[in-house]
């Protein structure tokens, strides 16, 4: 099948297809698409490795507690599925410093990418529990089933990206 | 099989599509995120915005005919509004958010793999730091529905037509001015 060779699909019929998929979640599985609490039962893991106690302790990894389960395999899911689209595509390429027409210090500088990947990163995680979902939850599930929280949300990451990226870059 | 393996198969054959899709819509890649938050590429708005429309439509069509229910987050201001924020900063400085930086890991990115997945589980950790102390003041002020035709007791097609036709506007929009 050639178009599934294609590198680049239109945003409309991407946007149309994760729209689709939203539908068969909540038939299939009884679950809206969503990915940051994955993290956060992966950050109990480690840390239960390290310091039990504690993690027994933290009201949060009662909540959420440190286990794999249907989400989780959701994301190990995106991780397999971008990369056989990027196989299919010839795209896959072992990089460290991204391609971009943004050149900064950022990403640009081997250790002014280590910074900024794992300095975005740390504010991601924290952002996203934070505010009880990411893009995905929030920004894709959470709208579309009118969650006013959820718009909040959405134009708050928005928001405070592209004030961000207009800003350093 | 056991009803909890099931579970995790279907887990991983959502996300295995899923990742399929973030990838081929090009949103795995760190020039695209950036791009998006630049005002410069708008392929992370047109796919958000599409999959609203058509997920929107759908689900509550679903749940009309009893065949799914929903499950829509109900988060306070405190929550959404601050931590909102600060994930936009993140997602400006890193380039890519926890759904799109697992696709980006897929296609090759170790700046992804390595420093940005190390990032996001150090800030989660933290965060469950900040909740033991923090979360009883920030889960204050939740609204008393969680979607607005709820909050406005009126039927939710009355808010999905005019949503939708307000999103289909700011797409038209963004094609007429060449985005």
């Not at chain 1, 002014?112 to 991601?124: E, H, N, P």
């Not at chain 2, 005002?39 to 439509?57: E, P």
């Amino acid at each position: 099948m050639e178009i599934f060779r294609q590198s680049q699909w239109s945003p409309y019929i991407v946007g149309f297809a994760i729209g689709v998929l939203s539908w068969l979640s909540f038939l299939i599985s009884r679950k809206a698409l969503g990915t940051s609490t994955s993290f956060a039962r992966t950050s109990g893991m480690i840390r239960k490795k390290y310091n039990p106690e504690l993690v027994l302790e933290l009201k949060y990894y009662q909540k959420y507690t440190p286990e794999i389960d249907w989400q989780w395999m959701l994301v190990l899911g995106i991780f397999i599925g971008s990369f056989i689209s990027a196989q299919l595509s010839g795209q896959f390429e072992l990089s460290f410093l991204p391609a971009t027409d943004f050149p900064s210090v950022l990403n640009q500088n081997f250790l002014g990418r280590i910074f900024s990947a794992l300095f975005g990163g740390i504010l991601v995680g924290f952002g996203a529990r934070w505010a009880g979902g990411c893009t995905s939850g929030h920004g894709i599930s959470g709208t579309m089933q009118l969650s006013i929280s959820s718009w909040l949300a959405a134009i708050s990451f928005f928001l405070g990206g592209i004030i961000t990226a207009l800003l350093i870059y | 099989m056991t009803t909890k393996k099931a579970k995790l198969l279907k887990g991983l054959f959502t996300g295995i599509v899923f990742g399929f899709l973030l990838q081929k819509g090009g949103v795995t890649q760190y020039n695209v995120i950036v791009g998006q938050l630049r005002l410069a590429d708008f392929t992370v708005v047109k796919i958000i915005i599409t999959a609203i429309i058509t997920g929107m439509v759908g689900i509550y069509f679903l749940r009309d005919k009893n065949l799914i229910e929903l499950s829509p987050k109900n988060k306070s201001p405190l929550q959404v509004i601050p931590g909102g924020l600060l994930f936009g900063i993140g997602f400006a400085v890193l380039g890519y958010c926890p759904g799109t930086i697992v696709g980006a890991m897929g296609q090759g990115s170790l700046d992804a793999l390595l420093p940005g997945l190390a990032g996001i589980l150090i800030g989660s950790a933290l965060y469950a730091n900040f909740h033991q102390k923090f979360s009883g003041l920030i889960n204050k002020g939740k609204f008393s529905q969680a979607t607005l035709p709820e909050k406005l007791n009126i039927n939710h097609w009355k808010i999905i037509f005019p949503v939708v036709a307000i999103l289909i506007s700011v797409l038209i929009i963004i094609e007429l001015y060449g985005f």
